[in-house]
């Protein structure tokens, strides 16, 4: 079984939506090296440019927790 990591699934929606680092990077405004160090796995890397990534490519992160419902029942 092969281990999914974020990079690897930013890498597969970018292929599937068509779309080169350059093109992705310039869409989220981010620069072009952050996308190839995401997509290499590196692990520093701003949870910012995480965010407007995801958001390009429609992917929608759920933090989950047996906390978390009590935590959306708190938070306002």
Partial sequence: MRLLTI???????R???GLSQKELSD??????????DLEKGKSNFRIETL???CSILNI???FKGPLMEYWRENES
């Fill in 51 to 53: 965010l407007k990534i």
């Fill in 7 to 13: 990079g690897n699934i930013i890498q597969f929606h």
């Fill in 60 to 62: 929608e992160l759920d």
């Fill in 27 to 36: 869409l989220a405004e981010i620069g072009k090296t952050a996308v190839f």
């Fill in 15 to 17: 292929k599937q939506a």
